[in-house]
T-cell receptor, first 111, second 110 residues
């Protein structure tokens, strides 16, 4: 079974802090994604990566950056956290097929 | 732009059949996927329609009609464990990314 893990289930940070969210997948997938999920808005794509050191902006990249130094690891960085970045963050990976495999999510609260 | 619409909430009775619709406006896509998400959990893949027609997987079926810009997920013999949110998503043919609907919360009553 594909396993996608995220570094934290819950995080509480203060406004202005730098926040790192990490995601690791164990299936050698080329594609990895970061979404945020807010009530009534579904999943919105922040960034994705189709290979090591490659990244593409999604629909809502403002205020975020990403890093993919190794194939199995995709990190989301909030350079200066703001209260409107309070959300559920979901990481996913995808191989050659169309199925995306999701991690358990990180619920981030920015105070 | 690309957009998908699905009802925000559907209520059904245990043992019954329920259909969750998804209508979309896209310039082009490869296929329609459905994902299930239980409260507090991660979305998990349910089904994919690359071609028009019906795909069946156990109690769940999914349908796509490109000419009508419409798809649906059909759940039969509903069980309490089917209480969850269901998302439709299309795979954009310009960048292979998924565009997601806002999700339908399925409430099942005994």
């Amino acid at each position: 079974d594909v396993k996608v893990t995220q570094s934290s289930r819950y995080l509480v940070k203060r406004t202005g802090e730098k926040v790192f969210l990490e995601c690791v997948q164990d299936m050698d997938h080329e594609n990895m994604f970061w979404y945020r999920q807010d009530p009534g808005l579904g999943l919105r794509l922040i960034y994705f990566s189709y290979d090591v050191k490659m990244k593409e902006k999604g629909d809502i990249p403002e205020g975020y950056s990403v890093s993919r130094e190794k194939k199995e690891r995709f990190s989301l960085i909030l350079e200066s956290a703001s209260t409107n970045q309070t959300s559920m963050y979901l990481c996913a990976s995808r191989g050659q097929g169309q199925t995306q495999y999701f991690g358990p999510g990180t619920r981030l609260l920015v105070l | 732009g690309q957009s998908l619409e699905q009802p925000s909430e559907v209520t059904a009775v245990e043992g019954a059949i329920v259909q969750i619709n998804c209508t979309y406006q896209t310039s082009g896509f490869y296929g329609l996927s459905w994902y299930q998400q239980h409260d507090g959990g991660a979305p998990t893949f349910l089904s994919y329609n690359g071609l028009d027609g019906l795909e069946e997987t156990g109690r769940f079926s999914s349908f796509l009609s490109r000419s009508d810009s419409y798809g649906y997920l059909l759940l039969q013999e509903l069980q309490m464990k089917d209480s969850a949110s269901y998302f439709c998503a299309v795979e954009d043919d310009s960048n292979y990314q998924l565009i997601w609907g806002a999700g339908t919360k399925l409430i099942i009553k005994p």
